[in-house]
C-alpha cells in the first residue's frame, strides 16, 4: 500500500543524502520525495511517498526516527489530509484539436501556462489521483513532455 | 580565553574523560598532534589505521567506556572504514577524529581530500564535518553523548586543518540537548507487567541474550532473574559472559554453531525472552522455524531491532538493565506465590537432558592437536579470568564454544560484520583498559597476517598480549564450507605458504613459541603465558578439523550436523 510520510528534518548539509541512503541501503522504494522550508528556518519537511506492507512500512518509519537529524515523522495515510502535487505538460495542439483540449484543461480547473502555434504547455495541481486522469485524458492529443513535483501534504485541522 | 580548534578539541576529550588514544598522523592533523604533547592524554601510535579504530573498540568493549581515534585525512580515513563498521555492527561507542583539508579546499579533490563523512555515513550512528571552530565543542560533547547513550555506536567527526588552527574563545557546554535524539530508556510499566504474567504463567521458558545484556550492564539482574526463577539462560556470541558459563542453567550459545541444548530448548520452548539481541540470520537460522512454539518476549533499546526479522507477541523498548531489574522487583513477590523451581523442574531436566546427550565435544587424538583442546588448556590456564579477543573463523567459534566465560566484557569478537584482523589491535585497546588482566587474541592463521603490523605497536609499549595462533594452513572456515558444501572444492582456502611466527615474532622483539605435539602443549602453553611481554604461540593444529555443531545455512536449527 503507498504511505505518504510527512518528515520533519533538521535543516541541515546532509540531511537529504542520510534519508535518501537509508531508503537506497535498506531497498526501501521511494515513489517521491519533496523537500522546502518550513515556518522555521531551521527546520525542513520532506514529504516521502513509498510503498510497502505494514511491516515495512512500520521499519520505514523507524528507521527515519532513528536518523539523528530526524525530529519527527508522521504517517500521513490515517489522517485526514490534504495531498497536493504539481504537474507542468506539454501537449501537441493544432486548430482541430485545441478546442477540446481547453475543454479539459477547464473541467479539471487547470492553467494554460504557455502557448505557441503548435503546443500548449498545461499547469494541473491536485491529488496524485486528479494528476493521473489529467494525463490519462491528454494521453491520446501527443503528450511531449511532463514534469511532476513529489507531494505536498497537510494535515487537516479537524480530525473527524 | 582564546584557544586553537586543535587545544579545544583536545580539551574536551580530556573533560570527556578520554585517557587513551589510539592514532596515526598525517599533514591534516599536525596542529592536532602539535598540541598532544601539552596534555596528559596518552597517545598510542600504531602502525596501521584500521588497527587504530580496532584497538579503540577493544577499549570500548573491555571498559565500558567511549573509545577514541585519531587519524588523518584521506587514506587515514578511509583505513578506518571497516573498523567503523564492525563497531556499528557492534553497536560498540567509539568516537573517531579524522583530519580533513582546509575549508576552502573542500570539493576541490584537494590532495588527500576524501568526503568520509558520506563515506560512513550508513555505518555510523551520527557523523559531523565542523565547519566552524565555534561550533567544535557541542559537537565533540554531542559525539561522545551520541557514541554512548541509547543503543551505542560509532560517531565520527571529520576536523578540517584550518578549523584546528583558528583560534575561538573556549566555552565548554555543561549539557547536551538535541531536540531531535531522546532515546527511550526506561521500560514502559504496562509490558513489564505483562512480560512477568508470561513468565509467571510459563512452563519451558527459556532467555536468550545479546550484546544488549553486557552493554547496559544487566547481566546481574539477568542472572538474579534466571537463578531465582529456574529459567535455562542461552546467548548469542556477543551476549558471552553476560550469565556465568558454570552455572548449571547456562546452555551455551545458540545458533549456526550453537549448542545442541541450546537449539533444542528454543525449539521446545513456550516462552522465548529475548533481551538485547536482534533475531540475526545466523542465531535464528530459518526464521519461519525459529521458537516454533513460543510467544517472544523482546526488549531491545532499538526500536528498529523489533519487528525486523520475525513478529513478536510482546515487544519492549528499554534499556535491558533497567528492564531486567523492573522484572526482578515485579516479581520477586511471586517468590513467596510461585515453587519455580518445582514448576520448571521438568523443563530443567529435560534441557539437562540434552546437554548430556549431545556436549560439545571433539575426537581426542595423540599424535595432532585438536583446537578445540587449545582453548580448553587457556581456559584452564587461566582459571577462565582472561580477556579473550579473536579473529574471525573456525578458532572464533572454538574459542566461543570452549572457553567458558563468567564475567561480561571479557570476550571481544566481531560478531556482525566478522572482520578478520580485529582480534590483535582490540587485544591491544582491551589491554590498555584492562593493564589488570591477562589478554589473549585467539586467532587464525588467516586472520592473524591481516593486522599482524600491531605487534610493533604492541611491543613498543611493553603490552603482555598473547596471540594464540590456531594454525592449520586454512582459511578453515571457509575451507569447512567448502568440504561441506562445495564438494571439497579447496579453492584458495589454503595458507601453507605462510611465515615462520616464531621467526616474525622475534623480528619485531616479541617472544614466540610453537607447538606440534599434544604433549608439550600444556607445558610450552603455560611457559608462554608466563612469558612477560608480547607472545606469539603458533599452534600446529589438525588441518582439517570442522566446528560442530552446525546448523547449515538457512536451515532450521533443529537440522545440527553433530560431531
Ligand atoms: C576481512 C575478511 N575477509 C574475508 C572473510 C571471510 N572469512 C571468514 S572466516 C575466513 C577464514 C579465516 O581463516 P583463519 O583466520 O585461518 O581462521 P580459521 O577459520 O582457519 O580458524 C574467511 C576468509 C572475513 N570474515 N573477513
Ligand atoms: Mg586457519
Known sequence: MRHILSVIVENEPGVLSRVAGLFSGRGFNIESLNVGPTLDPGVSVMTIATEGDEQIIEQIVKQLRKLITVIKVVDLTDLKSVLRELLLLKVNANDTNRAEILRIVDIFRCKVVDVSIDELTIEATGNHEKINAILGLLTRFGVKEISRSGMVAMKRSLQV | ???????????????????????????????????????????????????????????????????????????????????????????????????????????????????????????????????????????????????????????????????????????????????????????????????????????????????????SQGHEALTWLAQNLHIPVTATLMGLGCFPGKDRLWLGMLGMHGTYAANMAVNNADLVLAVGARFDDRVTGKVSTFAPMAKLVHIDIDPTSIQKNVSVHVPLVSDCRLALEALKEELTPSLAEYDFETGHLPWVSKVRAWAKEHPLSYQPSETTIKPQSVVEKLHELTRGEAVICTEVGQHQMWAAQFYTFNEPNCFLSSGGLGTMGYGFPAAIGAQFARPDKMVIDIAGDGSIQMNIQELATSVCNNLGVKIVILNNGYLGMVRQWQELFYKKNYCSTCMDAQPDFVKLAEAYGAKGFRISDPKDLERVLKQALDTPGTVIVDVRVEREENVYPMVPAGASLTDMLLV
Open chain 2, 1 to 215: 580565553m582564546e584557544l586553537t580548534g586543535a587545544q579545544i578539541l583536545l580539551e574536551c576529550l580530556k573533560r570527556e574523560g578520554v585517557e587513551v588514544i589510539f592514532g596515526f598522523p598525517g599533514g591534516a592533523v599536525i596542529d592536532i598532534y602539535n598540541e598532544l604533547p601539552n596534555t596528559s592524554l596518552r597517545h598510542i601510535l600504531v602502525r596501521h589505521e584500521q588497527a587504530a579504530i580496532h584497538a579503540a573498540d577493544g577499549f570500548a568493549r573491555a571498559s565500558g567506556k567511549v573509545g577514541c581515534c585519531l587519524v588523518t585525512s584521506g587514506p587515514g580515513a578511509t583505513n578506518t572504514v571497516t573498523g567503523i563498521a564492525t563497531a556499528y555492527m557492534d553497536s560498540i561507542p567509539v568516537v573517531i577524529l579524522t583530519g580533513q583539508v582546509p575549508t576552502p579546499l573542500i570539493g576541490n579533490d584537494a590532495f588527500q581530500e576524501v568526503d568520509i563523512v558520506g563515506i560512513t555515513r550508513p555505518c555510523t550512528k551520527h557523523n559531523y564535518l565542523v565547519k566552524d571552530v565555534r561550533d567544535l565543542a557541542h559537537v565533540i560533547r554531542q559525539a561522545f553523548y551520541l557514541a554512548r547513550s541509547g543503543r551505542p555506536g560509532p560517531v565520527l567527526v571529520d576536523l578540517p586543518k584550518d578549523v584546528m588552527q583558528v583560534k575561538t574563545k573556549f566555552v565548554w557546554p555543561e549539557d547536551v540537548k538535541m531536540r531531535s535524539y531522546n532515546p527511550n530508556v526506561k521500560p514502559h510499566a504496562g509490558q513489564i507487567k505483562k512480560v512477568a504474567q508470561l513468565i509467571r504463567d510459563a512452563e519451558r521458558p527459556i532467555i536468550y541474550a545479546g550484546g544488549g545484556v553486557i552493554t
